[in-house]
């Protein structure tokens, strides 16, 4: 059974740090894209990074570009989003997706695997 486990989110202040982590099971992850989404309340979903199979392409939104990193650990199974000086306005339930192919999209239709979201809140 394909299963994708998020953690690592909570409370923080603005312009402290959170690691989530996107752990994978009943598949070997590596040989897909896997991408981190974010949901805040009453808006769109929207795409925050990605990383390709072997890691060897990533991508951002622009909202999060310099402050976000993305990486993999395929030996774990596991993806990680680091996210530095964050901001009110990255508060969001943030959950990561695994890709129907080995290279990154933005669009929520080419992932076929979801986690189910952890929390993410940026306030003093």
């Known amino acids: 059974q394909v299963q994708l486990v998020e953690s690592g989110g909570g409370l923080v202040q603005p312009g402290g740090s959170l690691r989530l982590s996107c752990a994978a099971s009943g598949f070997t992850s590596d040989g897909y894209a896997i991408a981190w989404f974010r949901q805040a309340p009453g808006k769109e979903r929207e795409a925050v990074s990605c990383i390709s199979s072997r890691g060897g392409t990533v991508n951002y939104a622009n909202s999060v570009k310099g402050r976000f990193t993305i990486s993999r650990d395929n030996a774990k199974n596991t993806v990680y989003l680091q996210m530095n000086s964050l901001k009110p306005e990255d508060t969001a339930v943030y959950y990561c997706?695994?890709?129907?192919?080995?290279?990154?999209?933005?669009?929520?239709?080419?992932?076929?695997?979801w986690g189910q979201g952890t929390q993410v809140t940026v306030s003093s």
């Open positions: 997706a695994s890709s129907r192919r080995w290279y990154c999209s933005v669009s929520a239709v080419d992932f076929g695997s």
